[in-house]
Structures are given as structure tokens and as C-alpha cells.
């Protein structure tokens, strides 16, 4: 139940998500394209910090929206660990239930190991005392929900996804960093196929789903790497004998590549399993399910 959104947007779009005047001390010397430039990222005990939004609506009007923040630790091939904090917004979707209310309260995710630790948000009040984080198994820790399906940390991934470039033009700065930004559209069917971490991600993709189109935008700095990934696609829900367009767009920022990054599970002590938690967990109704 950690992260709704999962049924919203990611999970949804899953099966349908010239350098700056004084570069940073972690930047690496310039690579020759971003999916090399990448590779040279993935190295133990480095990261990246990233900010992460998305959003939800349907028949211009919005259901929800999903902010998240932290930083992503790599391992020696592709994102071992997470530690991100987010805030939900359902923009009245769900009434006054009081079980929901907590959502919009912060909510810390630290995933490794398979494994996720949750603190805050709707959970605050389930815990038993002197305890303040859940485990939860499952997760990926290379999940943001703004980037809608797409893996930016996946070379195979990176490597498609410009495969299907249209144009590309200046992108001014993001973060301090001049940028070139790249445009295109790729299928989930084009994403199934570029990858085996992608491909396990939408391992759910149902065939009428594999058409959705998902439209992206990659601002690329000078050093080859992405300062920042937004991303659009449209969808039917479709319920008995109803159905309605749903929009969903994301944007995710990224900075502070290459800097040291450890991330560590929190102390046995203060975590609760399922079987801990006091009362049961409040149910949160799908907006739409296409996914993983």
C-alpha cells in the first residue's frame, strides 16, 4: 500500500513511471553519449539525488499528485538502494475518509534488499509504540513514479529510448547545468523489448495495454548526463459500461551525479512487521490498474 500512485500513474504507465561555469567536484570527464555516460555512473557506494513529481487527471479535472525526493545508491549494475521521502495530494479523489487522511502526511521509503521500510504518512498511527518504521517485502528501488514506465537508469533502457528520438533543441540550464533536451515518443511494447530490468518491471503488460504511447522529453547536460526526464501519456479507463481519458505526466529532476551514497536499512529495533501493525490497513480504492 506504500505507494498509491503505483495504481495511478507508475504502475498504470508500467503497463501501459556547454558545461555549467563550475562543475561539481563528483562530475566525470565527459562521456562520448548518455548510455556510456551512464554505465560510468554505476559504480558501488555512488548515487544520484533526484526530486520526482507526478500526476493524475480525468476530464480536466485533477485526481491526484505525487511528489517524492532522495537520493538512489547504485550497486555494480544498475540501483541497489533508495531513500526517498514523498507527499501525496488526492485532491479530494477519496472524500472525507478518515483512514486516508494520513496520506497526506510525509512518507519516508527506504528500499534494499528487496525489501521496503516505511515511516510516517498513513502508518504513523498503526505502529506499535517505540516503533516507528514497517517492513514491507518487495519493492524497486529504481521506481519514480514521474518518470511514468521508463527506467532512466537502465543503459538498454536509455539506449531505446533515444532510439525513438524526433528532434532535439537547447534546453537551457537545469540545475546550473547547460542542456540539450531530446524529444520523443516510445510503446510500452518498445520498452518490454529493450530490456530484462524493464521487462520484469512490466512483467504484467497486458496486450491491449502494449499500443500506449508514452511521450518524453530528456534534457542531457554537456557531461552526457540526465539533468532531467518528463514524460505524458494518455490512457481509457474504462468500467462497466463507462469510460473516461485519463492524462498522466511526470517530471523528475536529477543532480549531484557520482556523489558517495550509502544507504542502510534502519535499525532492527525500531521496525514492526505486518504482523505488528495495530488494526488493519486502510484500503485505497484503484483509480485505474494496468500494471506490475
Known amino acids: 500500500m506504500r505507494r498509491i500512485i503505483a495504481t495511478v500513474a507508475t504502475a498504470g504507465t508500467a503497463a501501459l513511471l556547454a558545461p555549467a561555469i563550475a562543475a561539481p567536484a563528483y562530475a566525470q570527464a565527459p562521456a562520448a553519449n548518455p548510455v556510456s555516460a551512464l554505465a560510468k555512473q554505476i559504480k558501488p557506494m555512488r548515487g544520484v539525488h533526484v526530486t520526482s513529481a507526478a500526476k493524475v487527471s480525468a476530464e480536466g479535472m485533477s485526481l491526484f499528485k505525487f511528489r517524492s525526493e532522495g537520493d538512489l545508491q547504485f550497486g555494480r549494475s544498475g540501483v541497489a538502494a533508495s531513500d526517498l521521502t514523498s507527499k501525496s495530494d488526492f485532491d479530494g479523489l477519496f472524500g472525507g475518509d478518515d483512514d486516508l487522511a494520513g496520506m497526506k502526511n510525509p512518507l ?4 534494499i534488499n528487496g525489501t521496503s521500510y516505511l515511516s510516517g504518512g498513513v502508518y504513523d498511527d498503526m505502529l506499535p509504540a517505540g516503533k516507528s518504521w514497517l517492513r514491507m517485502p518487495g519493492g524497486n528501488p529504481a521506481s519514480l513514479d514521474g518518470t511514468l ?3 532512466p537508469f537502465d543503459t538498454g533502457t536509455l539506449k531505446a529510448v ?9 534546453g537551457g540550464t537545469v540545475d546550473g547545468i547547460r542542456t540539450t533536451v531530446y524529444r520523443g515518443s516510445i510503446t510500452l511494447r518498445q520498452l518490454y523489448a529493450s530490456s530484462p530490468a524493464t521487462k520484469k518491471q512490466l512483467k504484467n503488460l497486458k496486450p491491449a495495454d502494449a499500443k500506449t504511447t508514452i511521450n518524453w522529453k ?3 547536460g554537456a557531461d552526457q548526463l540526465i539533468r532531467r526526464l518528463t514524460t505524458s501519456t494518455t490512457t481509457t479507463f474504462k468500467y462497466k459500461k463507462t469510460s473516461m481519458d485519463m492524462s498522466m505526466t ?6 549531484k551525479w557520482g556523489q558517495k551514497t550509502s544507504i542502510t536499512a534502519p535499525p532492527a529495533r525500531d521496525v514492526a512487521s505486518m504482523a505488528d501493525i495495530v488494526g488493519e490497513l486502510p484500503e485505497v480504492p484503484d483509480v485505474i490498474n494496468l500494471g506490475d
Open 149 to 151: 514506465g521508463i527506467n
Open 250 to 255: 511526470g517530471d523528475t529532476k536529477f543532480s
Open 162 to 170: 533515444l532510439a525513438t528520438a524526433k528532434g532535439k533543441s537547447n
Open 108 to 111: 519516508r521509503t527506504i528500499n
Open 218 to 220: 530528456l534534457w542531457i
